[in-house]
Structure formats: structure tokens, C-alpha cells
């Protein structure tokens, strides 16, 4: 025959090269030299944050996780840049699908775009790259009417929740997480509660928001208010 098939199945990556000799009958016999290059083979790479989350709460940590298709090393990033401590995080499982997880602090508010990128331990593999999972990193923050007042006068406090479509509660606490009042429902990212003061000292207050079912619970950071003690009148 003048055809011949050589058929195989590749198991190393890179280009192979191999001797090909034919002979007929008593002629003299011949030989070629070819080589054949094997792609390495494909890999999936796809990130969640947990429960499919799409919202983050600033400055509070939260755990990305990657489901991989081969072992290797996940390089986790935001906005195309490694993440601190996150730029190469081995896959743990012992079987497909593999997975790798990174702790993140978001330092920014906003869309936040994140994504991953796997090098698989064997060269047979091709790296990959997930899609963008975009995250909106929601923040809450206070205000007071007065930073000073009287044992028995009235404060409204005022919470603000970035962005102005959440909805849900605030509620204002002191550093020991007493409940000092609780806002209604938010109206435009804000709402008010009246908090009426009933010891004197110097009393951090903070804001909590409840989130809901789009946007992650939030606190804000605290701020000091002066609460005076009554004046005797001797």
C-alpha cells in the first residue's frame, strides 16, 4: 500500500520527533524523520465568593474560592492585580474538582472586578484564566445632630449606606453593643433614629447595617460623643 496510518494516544506535552522507514518487497528500503508538536491539554478555571455572593462589605474579610479542573497554583486578583498573600495558592483537593481559596480585605468601594489565574503543577496542562466576577463593595457610615450633649437630651443619628439602593435596618450600638436605636427601613441609602441620652461619659457609637438580599451587612467605624451630666444647682 502506498498509505499508512500510525495512531497513538499523547501523553507528554511538547514536540515529538520519530523516524518513519518503509520497504516493499526487496526494494530498497526508506526513511523520513517528522515531528509532531501536542498542545498541552486545556484546564477550566472559575471563582464565588460563598453562597454565590456578588456583594462584599469594606475592610471585613471574605473568602474567594476557586474550583480548578488540575492541581496547581491559583494567582487570585483585583482589578488585574494579585492580591497580597493570594498570588500563588496551591489547590488542595486530592481529586478533581480541585479547589484553592484566598482571604480578602477589600480596601476599596465600588465595582470591584476579581479574577483567577491557574498554572497547573504538570506542563501537559495549559493555564487558564477565569471570568471576571465584578463585586460591589458596599459601605455604611454616621453622622450625629451634635458631637457634645446633656444626660437626657436628644441626638438624631443619621446613617448613610453606599449604595443608595440597599435596603433594610441601621441600628446604632456603643462599644459594648448596647443597642442605642434602631433606624426604620432605609429610604434612598439613609434613615434616622432619635437616640436619647441617659448616662454621661464619652460614648463611641457606630452604625449596623442589616443588608439584604443583594448587598452584604456593613459597620461603619465608631465615633466619639460627649455626653455631659447634668449642672446641680446648689
Known amino acids: 500500500s502506498s498509505t499508512g496510518v500510525i495512531s497513538g494516544t499523547p501523553t507528554t506535552a511538547g514536540t515529538s520527533s520519530f523516524t518513519v522507514t518503509t520497504a516493499s518487497g526487496g526494494l530498497t528500503s526508506s526513511a523520513a524523520s517528522l515531528s509532531i508538536v501536542i498542545s498541552a491539554a486545556s484546564t477550566t478555571t472559575s471563582i464565588a465568593l460563598p453562597s454565590s455572593a456578588t456583594t462584599a462589605t469594606y475592610n471585613s474579610s471574605v473568602t474567594i474560592t476557586a474550583t480548578v479542573s488540575q492541581p496547581g497554583n491559583v494567582d487570585f486578583k483585583v482589578g488585574g492585580s494579585s492580591i497580597s498573600g493570594c498570588s500563588a495558592k496551591a489547590s488542595s483537593s486530592s481529586s478533581a474538582p480541585y479547589t484553592a481559596t484566598c482571604s480578602w480585605t477589600p ?9 483567577a489565574t491557574l498554572t497547573p503543577t504538570s506542563a501537559n496542562y495549559a493555564s487558564s484564566n477565569s471570568s471576571n466576577l465584578n463585586i460591589y463593595v458596599n459601605t455604611v457610615s454616621f453622622t450625629s445632630s451634635a458631637s457634645a450633649t446633656t444626660v437626657g437630651k436628644d441626638l438624631t443619628l443619621t446613617a448613610t449606606v453606599d449604595p ?26 439613609t434613615a434616622n433614629c432619635v437616640w436619647t441620652t441617659t448616662s454621661s461619659g464619652t460614648i463611641a457609637v457606630h452604625a449596623e ?3 439584604d438580599s443583594t448587598y452584604a451587612s456593613s459597620q461603619s467605624s465608631s465615633t466619639n460623643i460627649t455626653v455631659n451630666a447634668l449642672q446641680t444647682i446648689s
Open 209 to 211: 447595617y442589616s443588608g
Open 164 to 189: 443608595s439602593a440597599a435596603t433594610g435596618t441601621v441600628v446604632f450600638k456603643d462599644s459594648s453593643s448596647n443597642t442605642l436605636c434602631t433606624t426604620g427601613s432605609l429610604s434612598g441609602g
Open 107 to 115: 480596601s476599596s468601594t465600588g465595582t470591584l472586578v476579581l479574577s
